[in-house]
């Protein structure tokens, strides 16, 4: 089982980047794929999920309207499009995944977890 993250980057306040997260077929299989970040200093931080069949998307109050979170089944790939980006997303982003229905937003309920990504944005 393996998760590659990719994409991140350095950027300027109010710019875009999108993350990519491949996946191995059996994990891409996983019931909820997920983005999780983490901020020198501060605990590990739930972004956005994703569910198999893609019916359903929860992003953190800190994301939403800014970052789109998605699936490729086909390309064994989730991603995460990251616009209007404000210096507090400076950040590690990891993917992950589980087979727990109930996860959501807590990182200690999944599984599989990939080596995470830099992300800084300056104002």
């Known amino acids: 089982v393996q998760l590659q993250a990719s994409g991140g980057g350095s950027v300027q306040a109010g710019g875009s980047l999108r993350l990519s997260c491949a996946a191995s077929?059996?994990?891409?299989?996983?019931?909820?794929m997920a983005w999780f970040r983490r901020s020198p200093g501060k605990e590990r931080e739930f972004v956005a999920s994703?569910?198999?069949?893609?019916?359903?998307?929860d992003y953190s109050d800190s994301v939403k309207g800014r970052f789109t979170m998605s699936r490729d089944n086909a390309k064994n790939t989730v991603y995460l499009q990251m616009n209007s980006l404000k210096s507090e997303d400076t950040a590690v982003y990891y993917c992950?995944?589980?087979?727990?229905?109930?996860?959501?937003?807590?990182?200690?309920?999944?599984?599989?977890w990939g080596q995470g990504t830099q992300v800084t944005v300056s104002s």
């Open positions: 992950a995944s589980t087979n727990y229905l109930g996860a959501g937003t807590e990182a200690q309920k999944y599984d599989y």
């Open positions: 077929t059996r994990t891409l299989s996983s019931f909820l």
């Open positions: 994703i569910r198999r069949t893609g019916s359903r998307i």
